[in-house]
């Protein structure tokens, strides 16, 4: 009987642990989705990995948006202003319902100072996360590097 409860109970700990890294490894996979939403050049893809009342920041350039619709408009101008931007996943970390994405965002400036020049900027992207989805994203970068 002692050695059934031991198993028991070794099997109840690992289906427990087991059941704690599914979340990890869903939520892994949101930096990933966040860079290959913004590689998509595709606003609607992109408002899809957030929530509908996203607060999307950029605070170099003191710009809040609001909801998927600011978002798609942000995500076009953007796009728009960079017609080959190309980002590039750094490191990130996810842990419960917050995260860190750092990235390198680069391509040709068409449209922030319409230098026609190449730019490669590093940043940071800070996250918080409700259903599997982002509901708040906070850029930060130096500016002066686009």
């Known amino acids: 009987m002692k050695t ?3 198993v028991g109970l070794l099997l109840l700990l690992a289906f427990s642990v087991l059941a704690q890294d599914k979340p990890s490894v869903h939520k892994s ?7 290959s939403a913004w590689n998509s050049h595709d606003p609607d893809k992109l408002a899809a990995i957030f ?8 605070v170099p350039f003191a710009s809040v948006n ?8 942000f995500a076009a101008s953007e796009f ?7 980002v590039e996943l750094g490191s990130s970390s996810i ?3 917050h995260g860190t994405i750092e990235w390198t965002f680069s391509g040709t400036d068409k449209g922030i100072f319409k230098t026609g020049k190449k730019f490669s900027v590093r940043g940071v992207s800070i996250l ?5 989805k982002i509901s708040r994203n906070v850029d930060y970068y130096d500016a002066a590097t686009v």
């Open 80 to 86: 728009d202003g960079s017609p080959d931007l190309h």
């Open 128 to 132: 918080t996360l409700k259903n599997g």
């Open 51 to 58: 929530t509908p009342d996203i607060m999307y920041e950029d």
């Open 95 to 97: 842990q419960g319902n």
């Open 29 to 35: 996979g949101i930096a990933e989705s966040w860079i």
């Open 4 to 6: 059934g409860l031991q």
């Open 66 to 73: 609001h909801g998927s619709a600011e978002l798609r408009k």
